[in-house]
């Protein structure tokens, strides 16, 4: 089977969606990895470096586009790639395709067998390949809201941070998921106070056994309009993150609720890959991340975990690389056929949508993933 790696054209994506030491797995057992010349660079990957894990390296995307039998990548195509997308053809990444019917509807157009990373489920850890991602986009809003909370990038003109002789931020953080979770530890641990919202109890109080050392700078709130709204009113930051798997997630903050915050506070939309949880989102780039609306700064940067490619490209390729051995031992349909989670994973085959979130979007029944 020859695995087809091109190199990731979204603006500011730098991950590459193998390490060459898990490119080296599949080499071992005696499969073809074909990579874009030049797509490691961002990741600090040269050509060489896969050269020795035994791939063979391309000169263009055509070529790694027309040759595989599999393409594994990071981000989703861009429209400049749809011609390049064969038909019958087989594609591994994430796809975030109640966002981007375009998209979606030139998969089925073309039967390609689209499995997306961010359907996939296991028993253990609920999104596996997701995971990784939310665990470094959750931090990264931190970092983002903080810096964009300063005065000089349009912000109130605050430290997110506690320090002897003034209070720290107050933080909303809404969902307690992989995300939430990680944006409201790294924002109690730089001494923010945070309201965790959740719609499900348990994930609030496993948070607060879990971080019981913050407990005089945490609360958290059974999510309802009146308690998001509330939270937004009085937080200096808001990180939106829910995630609706296959769907578009609901809109927790309407225009006239944030119009009520305060004037240089910060929203960071998490969410925004699947469409965004805010009615005032829409996606950015690293090149111009952030634009405002009734005086708040909005952050809704597409792909976030980009930003950091050295360490999203290796935990992603850790991610993914029990699926890829197993394509590679079984073939593409037989690894799917005996592992039901990688199964979930499949949003378009032969024509049709499976995922239950994509058909709903779609106004059409969805299909079971058959061989």
């Known amino acids: 089977m020859i695995f087809g790696i091109p190199a990731e054209t979204k603006i500011g994506e ?23 010349s030049c797509a490691g660079t961002g990741s600090g990957y040269n050509d060489d470096a896969y050269r020795k894990a035994g791939c063979q390296i391309a000169n263009t995307a055509d070529e790694v586009w027309g040759t595989a039998d599999l393409i594994v990548k990071v981000k989703e195509p861009q429209s400049s790639e749809y011609d390049l997308i064969r038909k019958d053809s087989a594609l591994f990444t994430f796809l975030h395709l109640a966002a981007d019917l375009p998209l979606a509807n030139t998969l089925l157009e073309k039967s390609v067998l689209g499995i997306a990373y961010e359907t996939v489920t296991d028993t253990d850890i609920r999104f596996p390949i997701l995971a990784p991602m939310s665990a470094i986009a959750g931090q990264l809003a931190i970092h983002a809201a903080g810096h964009h909370l300063q005065r000089a990038h349009g912000g109130l003109g605050k430290l997110l941070s506690r320090i002897q002789g003034a209070p720290g931020s107050e933080v909303g953080v809404i969902g307690a998921g992989t995300v939430g979770q990680n944006s409201a530890r790294l924002a109690l641990a730089n001494g923010a106070n945070v309201t965790l919202i959740n719609d499900t109890q348990n994930r609030l109080n496993q948070f607060v056994s879990n971080n019981e050392q913050f407990c005089n700078s945490l609360k958290t709130l059974m999510s309802t309009t009146d308690s998001v709204e509330e939270s937004a009113i009085n937080a200096d930051v808001v990180i939106g993150a829910v995630y609706s798997p296959g769907r578009r997630p609901p809109v927790l903050l309407k225009q006239d609720q944030i119009a009520k915050m305060q004037q240089g506070s910060v929203l960071v939309d998490v969410a925004v890959d699947q469409g965004g949880c805010f009615e005032t989102t829409h996606a950015t780039t690293y090149e111009n991340p952030t634009y405002t609306v009734n005086g708040v700064v909005h952050y809704a940067v597409a792909n976030m975990p980009g930003a950091v490619p050295k360490t999203a490209t290796a935990a992603l390729s850790n991610a993914t690389l029990p699926y890829l051995i197993s394509i590679a031992e079984k073939g593409i349909i037989n690894a799917l056929k005996i592992d039901q989670g990688f199964a979930s994973g499949v949003n378009t085959h032969k024509g049709k949508p499976n995922d239950p979130g994509l058909a709903a979007i779609m106004g059409v029944t969805p299909t079971q993933f058959a061989a």
Do not use: C, D, F
Request: proline share 4%; glycine share 0%.
């Open 14 to 36: 730098h991950r590459i969606a193998l390490t060459p030491e898990s490119a080296r797995e599949l080499t071992i057992r005696k499969q073809t990895v074909l990579i874009q």
